[in-house]
């Protein structure tokens, strides 16, 4: 060793750091690439390589530390020009690469295993029809009596091969994977794993050594303990090249596990971590055999549902018992995220039991993987997960804060209306001393919690409005904010309460954003109370008291309260008086207009008491009819009524409308609500949770921003139409009044994907294909899809192809419509057929090859709709709506949907109609059991211009559910096209 240092120091000239120094310097900071190039060519001596093999590993060590630091400074985006400059070109790094293969003279072994890992880590720099020449060396050391070189020289050759190389080793790596060696064995097995994920030719030649490696993976060691462990991880290597080789095959998979799942049981099976991979193995097995058989959602055991079943089933409850925690854990995971456990109870208690156990573990990491799959019970069945309750309040006062978090969040799923009260008192404390990010989260579930048990609001939001005057971020205070809003809206008993707590919030809050959003709540919501006059002091107290942002919010807020409330003008329009003389021109803009529009409203309508004793007012309903503004107020119609078109909707509507061709042209065109292109919800989800949907209403409507992101990110995606006004010949077709979403004409897996969406004109339905090609060494010319139906509605009248589609790039196509007027819309299905010539790409210069032929591909049909013609255009008041509309073109139809669950007919009347839900009608009541009748309000936009509103009564019976709808239009033909949607 001292011998070593002593060449390291002489190398380097390391330079000892001074004793009021406390800087450590790296023995190889101050290298340079000439110099240990230079000191390379002792590579080339053999006799040297031969005495002084220290040397030769000192000198690589220092090739590899220069090429690493190059490397890291690159992955970091630094510009340090010395690791810029010692970086190893190509030609240097191929040189070295051969220079390093002379060193396999030298017997030393500590030499040769860095040779190996020089070979391994220059090898990406060099030229790969220069490195295949090495392969000759490193296939010898394959058949070499040593172990460790055989081992090595496996992890390199990998590395280096391709396809038509394989070949030629694949004896080799058969006898390498059966070797009596396990450190052998298991660098075989990594290697083949390797290959197998590098392209598919390598796949089918590692597929054929299946043999072999079932014969690694039971094959004992005789030998000490550490060779029993080497032993472990073949097993392990085994069992993941086996699930590789079968991954894609559902009834080989089944197999496998049916298989091992014996052996595990008595005992052929030593490794922990190929049991977890068997247990997650067999997982998926049972989703699989569960999903086909059409049992997901029966209430039988798991075990009666077929032999694999069976036994799947019971290894993992065998595997719950095992001595390795990991394993353990593993199998109670997997039972647990089984599809559709919550109709199978019974079969969930083992797995419970045993997380519940793990609760008490000294090991953090269990207790958080325990907790954590608790939660995800909680999901889809808080009653199993309540068993725990005990375990989860236990782990409350947890040092890891985000732990703690898991646990509370986990029991306010869980916990029932008794526990409330002692669960909000055990989080206080929690929820001071852990940071903002938990704290939302936290706040998130409490409001779950509160839609679960309304009765307990008032508990609930108290706490929540405690910790909106304590210290915190803007980002919990706005989920404090947010949450308090959607509760109010969804559980119309909070209103009250809440609107005060935010009344005080506004006192002491120091983000002018949350405070000005607050205001325009408190002047959304307040008006409607029972008593509104009671909010007025906390308005006026801004105007006098903030900042100009925040006084502006102030004087609309209390305007918007003088135009919902008659009685209360005389005393506000004097309080805005006072701001017409504020220092900051918005405020004074806004105080003068709502002074001049009050006072002429006022005139107008004079406003008279209402000469009834309040007393006798029972109804709460009736007392806030008694002050509302007459019919075409002019303060209403400034201030109250809402806009045509929601703010989040109105700025993509009015981007859509400057990309139409012709349009913003004329500096005269006066630009109207009437003109908008009518644009759908930009916020695409899967999720169908009532709870979470409810609480993006809420929010959106009362203008607090996007929604939660825990709950859902909004995403807004670019106006589909562009395609279509980009080609001139579909731009003079006219406005796009709709955009379908992209509906999938073949399987994501196929060869070439296809896409279409439909664009709805006024007379023309345009087809846009949207298709990837994704065949390697394959381009795709003159490409089309051809349509054909028997329909006299449609008439194709011509189409658009796209010229080249190379592989991994998309190209859109086009097929046009044009629609018969005098035909009633309905519902018709066209046949697609995708038509292109295939031109070979050579490999090589990526240059179009001779062979090319023309090709047809079938898809699936095309179904444009009656609902395709319907834009979802919400409703800003759908009873004053209902009761202004027309009921001689109304429509009564009565039919019979073959559902048997409220919670599926609600979101497929909706899809079936193509309007969007009024109201918060679109979800269910919360916390609301045996529920069999629900009332949906639904509007739109027909292509005709004309609102339609829909009434649809659900009421559960027998084995199906019965829709009754009223239908209400400018036209009657618009109305019954509506009705015959449902389908």
């Keep these: 060793m001292d011998q070593f240092l002593k060449e390291v120091e002489e190398l380097v000239g390391v330079t000892e750091k001074s004793k009021d120094d406390d800087v450590e310097v790296h023995p190889y900071a101050h290298l340079e690439k000439s110099k240990v190039l230079q000191s390379a060519r002792i590579f080339h001596d053999d006799k040297l390589v031969r005495e002084k093999p220290r040397k030769c590993c000192t000198i690589i060590a220092q090739i590899l530390y220069l090429h690493n630091n190059a490397l890291n400074s690159k992955d970091i985006s630094t510009n340090s020009n010395s690791a810029n400059y010692n970086a190893l070109t190509p030609t240097e790094a191929t040189e070295l690469f051969f220079s390093a293969t002379k060193l396999f003279v030298s017997p030393d072994p500590c030499l040769r295993r860095i040779v190996y890992l020089f070979l391994k880590e220059i090898q990406p720099l060099c030229d790969p029809s220069d490195v295949i020449i090495v392969t000759s060396c490193l296939t010898k050391d394959m058949t070499c009596d040593i172990p460790l070189y055989r081992a090595n020289a496996i992890r390199v050759l990998v590395n280096i091969i391709d396809s038509a190389m394989l070949g030629a080793i694949e004896r ?112 998926r097995s049972l989703s699989d055999a569960m999903s086909i058989s059409g049992e997901s959602s029966d209430h039988r055991d798991i075990r009666e549902i077929s032999p694999l079943c069976r036994e799947g089933f019971d290894f993992l409850e065998t595997s719950l018992s095992h001595p390795s925690s990991m394993v353990a854990y593993e199998a109670a995971r997997t039972i647990c995220t089984l599809p559709n456990m919550e109709t199978r109870t019974h ?278 009819q008694l002050d509302i503004p007459v019919q075409g107020d002019l303060a209403m119609l400034v201030y109250g009524n809402p806009s045509p078109i929601p703010f989040h909707k109105l700025e993509r509507s009015i981007k859509a409308y400057a990309a139409t061709p012709g349009k913003m042209n004329n500096a005269s065109e006066v630009l109207t609500f009437a003109e908008l292109p009518t644009v759908d919800d930009a916020v695409e989800s899967t999720d169908t949770n009532a709870i979470d949907h409810s609480t993006i209403n809420a929010t959106s409507q009362i203008g607090l921003g996007p929604a939660p992101m825990e709950i859902i990110e909004p995403k807004i995606r670019p106006d589909p139409a562009a395609a279509i006004y980009a080609i001139p010949e579909l731009a003079s077709l006219g406005k796009v009044f709709k955009s379908s979403s992209p509906v999938p004409l073949t399987e994501d897996e196929t060869e070439y994907v296809v896409r279409c969406v439909k664009h709805i004109l006024d007379n023309h339905v345009v087809l846009q294909f949207i298709i990837e090609n994704t065949v390697e060494n394959q381009r795709l010319d003159n490409v089309v899809v051809s349509i054909e139906s028997d329909s006299e509605l449609y008439e194709i009248i011509g ?50 090859s001779a062979g090319e032929y023309k090709e047809e591909y079938p898809l699936e049909g095309i179904v444009i709709a009656s609902s395709d013609f319907m834009a979802k255009f919400p409703a800003a008041d759908f009873r004053q709506a209902w009761n202004e509309s027309n009921n001689d073109n109304e429509v009564l139809d009565t039919f019979s949907l073959q559902f048997r669950d409220l919670d599926v007919v609600v979101p497929a009347v909706v899809d079936f109609l193509g309007m969007t839900p009024c109201d918060g009608t679109g979800q269910l009541p919360v916390n609301v059991s045996g529920l069999t009748q629900h009332m949906l309000h639904l509007s739109g936009k027909f292509v005709s211009g004309d609102i339609v509103l829909v009434r649809a009564q659900l009421t559960m019976q027998a084995g199906s559910t019965s829709l009754k709808v009223a239908i209400r239009s400018e036209n009657a033909d618009v109305s019954r096209v509506i009705a015959n949607c449902i389908r």
């Design 172 to 283: 080799y790596m058969k006898q390498a994977i059966v070797d009596k060696d396990a450190m052998v064995r298991n660098a075989a097995l990594v290697a083949s794993s390797h290959l197998f994920e590098m392209c598919g030719d390598n796949a089918t030649i590692v597929r054929r050594w299946i043999g072999e490696v079932q014969e690694a993976m039971m094959k004992q060691t005789n030998g000490n303990q550490r060779r029993g462990k080497e032993n472990d991880m073949v097993q392990t290597n085994a069992i993941r090249l086996l699930c590789q080789m079968k991954g894609h095959d559902r009834l080989g998979m089944a197999k496998l596990v049916q298989q091992y799942a014996s052996k595990a049981g008595k005992g052929g099976f030593r490794s922990p971590m190929a049991l977890v991979i068997l247990i997650r193995a067999c997982g």
């Design 799 to 848: 189409d658009v192809p796209v010229d080249h589609i190379r592989y991994g790039t998309t190209g859109n196509c086009f097929a046009v419509l044009q629609r018969n007027v005098e035909e009633t819309i309905e519902s018709v299905e066209f046949t697609c057929q995708l038509n292109f010539t295939v031109v070979p790409i050579d490999p090589g210069t990526d240059d179009p």
């Design 347 to 624: 079969n969930l208690t083992k797995a419970v039991d045993y997380i519940h156990n793990m609760l008490s573990s000294k090991i953090p990491s269990e207790r958080f993987a325990a907790v954590r799959t608790l939660a995800e019970v909680a999901n889809w069945h808080p009653r199993s997960a309540a068993r725990c309750n005990e375990g989860l309040e236990g782990i409350l006062d947890d040092e890891n804060s985000h732990l703690a978090t898991l646990a509370v969040t986990t029991l306010l799923k869980t916990g029932n209306e008794e526990s409330i009260d002692r669960l909000v008192r055990n989080i206080s404390t929690l929820i001071i001393s852990a940071p903002d990010e938990y704290k939302i989260t936290i706040v998130r579930s409490l409001q779950r919690l509160c839609l679960k048990y309304p009765s307990k609001h008032r508990v609930i939001v108290s706490f929540l409005s405690e910790f909106l005057r304590e210290e915190g971020g803007f980002g919990f205070k706005q989920a404090i904010v947010q949450s308090i809003v959607s509760l109010m809206k969804l559980v119309p008993e909070t209103t009250e309460s809440s609107l005060f707590h935010l009344c005080e919030f506004v006192e002491d809050c120091e983000y002018t954003q949350l405070s000005t959003a607050t205001l325009y709540v408190i002047a959304e919501l307040g008006p409607k109370t029972l008593r509104p006059s009671r909010y007025i002091r906390y308005l006026f107290n801004r105007v006098i008291l903030e900042n100009a942002v925040i006084r502006a919010a102030a004087v609309s807020a209390l305007a918007k309260f003088a135009a919902s409330c008659p009685s209360l003008r005389v005393s506000i329009v004097a309080l805005l008086k006072q701001s017409k003389w504020d220092e900051d021109d918005e405020v004074r803009d806004r105080a003068m207009a709502a002074v001049r529009v009050l006072e002429e409203a006022m005139e107008m309508n004079p406003y008279v008491s209402p000469d009834i004793n309040l007393d006798h007012v029972m109804n709460e309903e009736e007392v806030i």
